[in-house]
């Protein structure tokens, strides 16, 4: 069965430090990947997404990167944080085959820039 | 491009009657369309998805949801409210090369 993996759960950073978040996937070959940021009282934001490794997407301009360095493994980073990085980061996989589509999402990540 | 509005922030109503939260999308793309829970304090929980088979989606807890393609709807509906159901939901649609976007959220309260 397929599994997701996001660490860590939680995280407080100081405002111009740098982050990492982390998310794999198993029991899938060449997902698609999405890092979505969900901000207090609204929706989820997509930051990126990659069809394959090296191949990042971004949707909107900001202070943060994506990387995809193996095929089920997907990084979000940042080398100064602010205080607008702070949310909710969610890590999501899908692939389309057959005649059924599936999306499964990480348990997220909650992020404080103090 | 594509987006999705859910047109209410927020939807309150009385438990034991019908739910209604509305969600319009627009896709240059024939679109797949989702609708996620997400309770307090947890992750992401798909209700219901629509992948161009029949337009009336059945999925847990009771909920619905209809395919409009005249009207770019994808309207969630549940006869019956209960306590249990109050959470935020989130219409998503998916098109072209896979991309996924959600809407802005509907906070649903359900008062006893």
């Known amino acids: 069965s397929q599994t997701i993996h996001q660490w860590p759960a939680t995280l407080v950073q100081p405002v111009g430090s740098p982050l990492s978040l982390e998310c794999t996937v198993e029991?899938?070959?060449?997902?698609?990947l999405y890092w979505y940021r969900q901000a207090a009282g609204r929706g989820l934001q997509l930051l990126f997404y990659?069809?394959?490794?090296?191949?990042i997407s971004s949707e909107v301009p900001q202070n943060l990167s994506a990387s995809r360095p193996q095929d089920r493994q997907f990084i979000l980073s940042s080398k100064k944080l602010l205080l607008s990085d702070s949310g909710f980061y969610l890590c999501?996989?899908?692939?389309?085959?057959?005649?059924?589509?599936?999306?499964?999402f990480g348990s997220g990540t909650q992020l404080s820039v103090l | 491009a594509q987006s999705v509005t859910q047109l209410d922030s927020h939807v309150s109503v009385s438990e034991g009657t019908p739910v209604l939260l509305r969600c319009n999308y627009s896709s240059s793309y024939s679109p797949s369309l989702f609708w996620y829970v997400q309770h307090p304090n947890k992750g992401l929980q798909l209700l219901l998805k629509?992948?161009?088979?029949?337009?009336l989606v059945k999925g847990i807890n009771g909920f619905e949801a209809e395919f409009k393609k005249s009207e770019t709807s994808f309207h969630l509906t549940k006869p019956s409210a209960h306590m249990s159901d109050a959470a935020e939901y989130f219409c998503?649609?998916?098109?072209?090369?896979?991309?996924?976007?959600f809407g802005g959220g509907t906070r649903l309260m359900v008062k006893p």
């Open positions: 629509y992948t161009s088979a029949a337009t």
């Open positions: 029991g899938t070959s060449n997902p698609n």
């Open positions: 998503v649609v998916r098109g072209a090369g896979n991309m996924l976007t």
């Open positions: 999501a996989w899908s692939v389309t085959g057959g005649w059924e589509e599936k999306l499964f």
């Open positions: 990659s069809v394959g490794i090296g191949q």
